[in-house]
């Protein structure tokens, strides 16, 4: 169990979250924000600094990392040079 307290919440723009899709392969989602977290994992060794990524949930927001088929937080462009990369390795 961890109580998570947001402390501050920064624009994620050109940033996604990537997902495990299964056969279908790595699906992405837009971030809506970062969020500065402080942690306390309830272990004894206090709280910790952490930055997560958010996205809308439903009419909710959340935790990206919290999904169980979470991979990856990257940014846009980053993932578009790998498709590119690809097309030119297969034609």
């Keep these: ?3 998570v307290k947001i402390l501050q ?4 723009e050109g940033w996604v979250a990537v997902y495990d899709g299964g056969d279908d392969g790595e699906m ?6 970062f ?3 402080s942690v ?3 272990n004894g060794e206090g709280a910790q600094s952490e930055v997560r990524g ?3 949930d ?3 927001m959340a935790f990206v990392e919290d999904a169980e088929n979470f991979v990856t937080v990257r940014r846009a462009e980053d ?13």
């Excluded at 992405?28 to 924000?33: D, G, Q």
């Excluded at 993932?79 to 690809?86: G, L, N, R, V």
């Design 28 to 33: 992405e989602e837009p971030l809506a924000c």
């Design 9 to 12: 919440i920064m624009p994620a």
């Design 1 to 3: 169990m961890e109580e």
């Design 79 to 91: 993932a578009e040079e790998d498709e590119d990369e690809e097309e030119e390795t297969e034609g």
């Design 58 to 60: 439903g009419k909710a």
């Design 54 to 56: 958010m996205a809308p």
């Design 35 to 37: 969020a500065l977290v």
């Design 40 to 42: 306390d994992y309830q």
